[in-house]
């Protein structure tokens, strides 16, 4: 079992694709849509990360992700857990009351917000995305569901770019499939 599930992952490792340069110079870009494009292998990583959700110890009452890469994956781990999902948007895209935090990229600056009265004080969150860089957008994207009084019970991640040592900058539990 603990084969195939390591087997799966190299099948997904296998067909991310590398771009080196981008979109600056030194940053070795980790493209998640070429997963995207083999119906078959995005169907084996949804499978993971759903059967992951399913076996942590506290039930996931939120599914939350960051704009945009999250996005392909948070609403599909939400509607197998029968669960509400959340955006966590980039600045001056979500509409009513939002509460803001800003963080610092790999290659940038930007804010990310949440809308106030999204999930009540006290829910168990899991945060989802694509990828782990220098932590500064989960962090902030931890801070948010903080801010609103909520739990994140993991931070749930396709790819973590380990030697930037973003996973240090993180309170809560992270899990990762790939690591480079
Ligand atoms: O750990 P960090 O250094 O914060 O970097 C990781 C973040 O960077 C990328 O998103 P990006 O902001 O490029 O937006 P996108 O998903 O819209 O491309 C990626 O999808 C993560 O969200
Ligand atoms: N190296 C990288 N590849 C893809 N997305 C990223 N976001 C931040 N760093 C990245």
Redesign the pocket.
Known sequence: MATELSEKIELIRNHVQSFPDFPKPG????DIFSVLREPKVFSVLCDILCKHVKSLPSKIEYVTALDSRGFLFGPIIALDQQVPFVPIRKKGKLPGDICSASYK???GEDTLEIQANSIPKGANVLVVDD?L?TGGSLSAACSLIESIGAKTVECLIVME?TSLKGREKLKAPVHSLLKY
């Open positions: 940053v070795l870009f980790k990229l790999e290659y990828l860089a770019l």
